[in-house]
């Protein structure tokens, strides 16, 4: 038992339709100009830039102690729409601890989530309501909206996991998710 004293349980309520948790103690918001470099045409980026550099998705999370042992929660809501062609997207990351696993329970929307391992493993996992998909150890994860709805997904990890974003954003996922005339094309190419 920690010296300190017994955390106290509570609890949280979370809108399943806005994917929004009342009372969050932190929301990380990420507007398109924290996106540069992440997109296929970074031309179109620079001009949803200019036209307003609008919100593309937040995560809003309780605090909890970043120590071994806790259960870190949060709510991510990923907004509808493209950077041209490809469906908006989170940066994604590995975790530092590389081998803490990620639950991802889907609440609304459509998409996917991609999956790469340092090994040049991949994989595309389809996001919908009540889709729940294990992000096992040592796998990088992104989400991907190629819905018409926010892709709002319920996320649990270990609390001492952390988030590691250099490798992906230099190397980025095997994996694009296009829509092209109304249909979703999946691109595949080396990296970037
Ligand atoms: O814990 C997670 O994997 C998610 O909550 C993500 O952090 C969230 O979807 C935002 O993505 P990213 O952290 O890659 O910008
Ligand atoms: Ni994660």
């Known amino acids: 038992m920690p010296t300190s004293g017994l955390m106290q349980p509570f609890g949280v309520d979370v809108d399943l339709i806005e994917g929004i948790m009342t009372a969050p103690d932190r929301i990380a918001a990420t507007k398109a100009s924290d996106m540069r470099g992440y997109y296929q045409d970074a031309a179109a980026l620079e001009r949803l830039i200019e036209s307003g550099d609008p919100l593309l998705y937040e995560v ?74 294990y992000v096992p150890p040592y796998w990088a994860h992104r989400s991907i909206n190629s819905g018409q709805e926010p892709l709002i997904s319920l996320c649990a990890y270990p609390a001492d996991a952390g988030h590691n974003y250099g490798e992906i954003e230099t190397e980025g996922f095997p994996q694009r998710v296009l829509l092209r005339g109304g249909g979703e094309v999946i691109v595949s190419q080396a990296a970037g």
């Open 60 to 133: 809003f999370e309780k605090r909890l102690p970043l120590e071994p042992g806790h259960v870190m929660f949060c709510i991510s809501k990923l907004q509808p729409g493209r950077v041209g062609q490809e469906c908006f997207m989170t940066k994604g990351h590995y975790h530092e601890t590389a081998g803490a696993a990620e639950l991802y329970l889907c609440l609304r929307g459509r998409g996917y989530l991609l999956m790469k391992t340092a090994e040049g493993q991949s994989a595309l996992e389809p996001m919908y309501r009540g889709r729940l998909v």
